[in-house]
């Protein structure tokens, strides 16, 4: 079993700035692709920003220059650092990683209960 647990969500007024945090645990053999999704209220889910195994990113036009994604492959997290935040980013945020288990053949998809930051003054 595979466990994504997110961290570091709060209440922050615009401008400000949070790092979220990401652990993956159990018995895994290797995580490959991890990202970070948010869903705002009456919103659907949308991505915010995608790491690599190797350390490549990518994100939403709406977070680049704000948003920093990493990972650190030796601790199993990946982290997201928000700054320059806006009302706009008020979300539940979700982390996803593509994870083979061990002793699993196939990688699985997986996420995180969710962690939620509000911007707001």
């Known amino acids: 079993q595979v466990q994504l647990a997110e961290s570091g969500g709060g209440l922050v007024q615009p401008g400000g700035s949070l790092r979220l945090s990401c652990a993956a645990s159990g018995r895994i053999f290797s995580i490959y692709e991890m990202g970070w999704y948010r869903q705002a209220p009456g919103k659907q889910r949308e991505f915010v920003a995608h790491?690599?195994?190797?350390?490549?990113?990518n994100y939403a036009d709406s977070v680049r220059g704000r948003f920093t994604i990493s990972r650190d492959n030796a601790k199993n997290t990946v982290y997201l650092q928000m700054n320059s935040l806006k009302p706009e980013d008020t979300a539940v945020y979700y982390c996803?990683?593509?994870?083979?288990?061990?002793?699993?053949?196939?990688?699985?998809?997986?996420w995180g209960q969710g962690t939620q930051v509000t911007v707001s003054s």
């Open positions: 996803n990683g593509q994870i083979r288990s061990s002793g699993g053949v196939s990688v699985s998809n997986y």
């Open positions: 790491i690599t195994s190797s350390s490549n990113t």
